[in-house]
Structures are given as C-alpha cells and as structure tokens.
C-alpha cells in the first residue's frame, strides 16, 4: 500500500459543482493532516490543515476518518479559480524525511465554465 | 513580509557540469527543507535543516548532491557532475521550527534542465 495514495484525476467539473476527493494514508498512528494546492509550474501552498473534529474555510470542508485512514477535502460552489492539484500531507510515515511529512502526488481538478 | 526566495528561477546546464542552487528562507524561521518534482510527480524529500544542522539526509540522492546551510539562513543545494534524470524543479520551504505541525511555505523553485 502507498503511503500516501490520491486519485490523479483529473477531476471535470462543471462552475458551481460540489466536487471531493479523498486521501487515504498508510501509518494509523499519523498525527497531521494538510492539504496543499498546487497550481501549474508554481510552488505549494497550504490551503488547510485538517483537524480531528474536521474544520470548515469558506466553500472548503476537509474531514479526518481516523477509522478508514482518510481524508477528505470538499469544495462547494466551485470556481474557475479553483482549478489547481490538490496535495494531500501526511504525518507520521517511513521514510517522509523533515519531520515525517509525507506529500502525496495530487489529484489534478478542472473547472469548466 | 517577504516569502521564501530561490535563485535562480532557471537553470540549464550541460551534462556533466556542477550547479548551484539558493535558498533565502522567510527570517526568522529555523527549519529548512528541501525537495525537487519531477514533471507530473509528486515531492521528493531531498534533506532537512534545523538552524545549520542537517538531521535529515535520507533523501538524497546519492553522493553527487550535497547542501549547506550558513548563518542559519541561506541554504546552498550543490549538485556535482549533473546528469539528465536530475532536471527537476528543485524547491524549498522553510517553516518556524521543526515538527510535523509546522506549516511548511514554499519558494517560487528552480527549475533545472540537464541537457
């Protein structure tokens, strides 16, 4: 199993869409969660941390299933703006270097006008 | 303030040649990071600093890549005797301090051609 493993995509969807995707992780005992965005030739940026109790940002709701070891990340009333690679962070796994963070490959969203 | 800065935004380089990439972390912040992606890749972990020290080398490649951080501030990538699989964009983050919660910030990255 990857440690870190998302679906690449690409996710089409329609302006306006409800779209999710998850994230699953490998060690039960990680810590921390964050998902990153990525837009195209440009450098990551944190988009949200991920909390136990799952945390809300605006149209951004990312959730914590300890139980099935995933996360989740949802965007409600999408964007033209919103369409970058989405990066799922991990804590917590072999091998993750820097203080154990692992970077998952992303999963690439579109939205179309 | 200012972000995390690299130099140069570019490089290409012949097979065989060294170079030599800059890191400027946001001030103040004691941990530094470095990773490179390959196209259409997720982030590889290349090594960590913690102020000058480098706990974390595990993920270098092999010998022909070494880093330096002085001052801790400026952080140095140095790849010797370049070969083609290196081209990449080579990015670093910096964060206040060490450990997993630590939001990690990103530099606009170097990208690399080895021809």
């Known amino acids: 199993r990857k440690e870190v493993e998302q679906d690449p995509g690409p996710f089409n969807v329609p302006e306006g869409a409800t779209v999710a995707f998850n994230c699953t992780y490998s060690n039960s005992a990680s810590q921390s969660f964050f998902w990153y965005r990525q837009d195209c030739r440009k450098e990551p940026k944190l988009l949200m941390s991920?909390?136990?109790s799952g945390n809300e940002d605006g149209r951004f709701t990312a959730q914590l299933n300890r139980a099935s070891q995933y996360i989740s990340l949802l965007i409600r009333d999408s964007k033209l703006s919103d369409s970058a690679t989405y990066l799922c962070?991990?804590?917590?796994?072999?091998?993750?270097?820097?203080?154990?963070?692992?970077f998952g490959k992303g999963t690439h969203l579109i939205i179309q006008p | 303030g200012a972000g995390v800065s690299q130099s140069p935004s570019n490089k290409v380089t012949e097979k065989g040649k060294d170079v030599e990439l800059r890191c400027d972390p946001i001030?103040?912040?004691?941990?530094l990071y470095w990773y490179r992606q390959s196209l259409g890749q997720g982030l590889e972990f290349l090594i960590y600093f913690q102020g000058n020290s480098a706990p974390d080398k595990s993920g270098l490649p092999s010998d022909r890549f070494s880093a330096e951080r002085t001052g801790g501030s400026v952080s140095t990538l140095t790849i010797q005797r370049t070969q083609q699989e290196d081209s990449a964009v080579y990015l670093c983050a910096s964060s206040p301090s060490s450990g997993e919660a630590n939001t990690q910030y990103f530099g606009p990255g170097t990208r690399l051609t080895v021809l």
């Open positions: 962070v991990v804590n917590g796994l072999s091998g993750g270097g820097a203080d154990g963070l692992t």
């Open positions: 001030s103040g912040h004691t941990a």
């Open positions: 991920v909390y136990s």
